[in-house]
Nanobody
Framework: QVQLVESGGGLVQPGGSLRLSCAAS????????MGWYRQVPGKQRELVARITSGGSTNYADSVKGRFTISRDNARNTVYLQMNSLKGEDTTVYYC?????????????WGQGTQVTVSS
């Protein structure tokens, strides 16, 4: 079994910063892509940022220049540094990891962490 445990969410004022972390543990051979998604109630979950095992990244247009995704492969952890936060960034953020187990790759999700941007 694999678990993704997220941390770092909370309440922040507009213009502020937060850093989300997501650590993977369990039966892991290797981790391929990792990413952060967010979901507003009533809407589809959307990609925020994604990073491959080689370090290539891509971002949603709405967060480019404000958010930075990174990973620590030795710790099986992915981070999301969020700067210049806006009210529209308020929602639940989910960690995602594509994990190789034997010959197969499985997609795992974290439980979600709430980010609230408000004065």
């Amino acid at each position: 079994q694999v678990q993704l445990v997220e941390s770092g969410g909370g309440l922040v004022q507009p213009g502020g910063s937060l850093r989300l972390s997501c650590a993977a543990s369990g039966s892991i051979f290797s981790i391929n892509a990792m990413g952060w998604y967010r979901q507003v109630p009533g809407k589809q979950r959307e990609l925020v940022a994604r990073i491959t095992s080689g370090g290539s990244t891509n971002y949603a247009d709405s967060v480019k220049g404000r958010f930075t995704i990174s990973r620590d492969n030795a710790r099986n952890t992915v981070y999301l540094q969020m700067n210049s936060l806006k009210g529209e960034d308020t929602t639940v953020y989910y960690c995602n990891a594509h994990i190789a187990q034997g010959r197969y790759e499985y997609i795992y999700w974290g439980q979600g962490t709430q980010v609230t941007v408000s004065s």
